[in-house]
Nanobody
Framework: QVQLVESGGGLVQAGGSLRLSCAAS????????MGWYRQAPGKQRELVAG???????NYADSVKGRFTISRDTAKNTVYLQMNSLKPEDTAVYYC???????????????WGQGTQVSVSS
């Protein structure tokens, strides 16, 4: 099995910064993609940022220039540096990983438990 454990959420004032971390552990052969999604109350879950094994990144238009995703492949860890936070960034942030499981070689999608990010105005 594979587990994703997130950390780094919290409450911050508008204009502030937070850094989220997500560490994957378990029977991992390879992780093709890691990303961060968020879900605000009453809204659908949306992709915030993603990064491939090769380092290619993509961002939601709403966070471009403010958020930076990075990855430590050796540690199976992904980070999301969030700067210039806005109240509309308030949401539960979820880590996601596209994993090839060691031993079975099955490819599956895994999610973290979510971490709350709240931005006050």
């Amino acid at each position: 099995q594979v587990q994703l454990v997130e950390s780094g959420g919290g409450l911050v004032q508008a204009g502030g910064s937070l850094r989220l971390s997500c560490a994957a552990s378990g029977s991992i052969f390879n992780i093709n993609f890691m990303g961060w999604y968020r879900q605000a109350p009453g809204k659908q879950r949306e992709l915030v940022a993603g990064i491939t094994t090769g380092g290619s990144t993509n961002y939601a238009d709403s966070v471009k220039g403010r958020f930076t995703i990075s990855r430590d492949t050796a540690k199976n860890t992904v980070y999301l540096q969030m700067n210039s936070l806005k109240p509309e960034d308030t949401a539960v942030y979820y880590c996601n990983a596209d994993v090839v499981v060691g031993g079975t070689w099955a490819r599956d999608d895994y999610w973290g438990q979510g971490t709350q990010v709240s931005v006050s105005s």
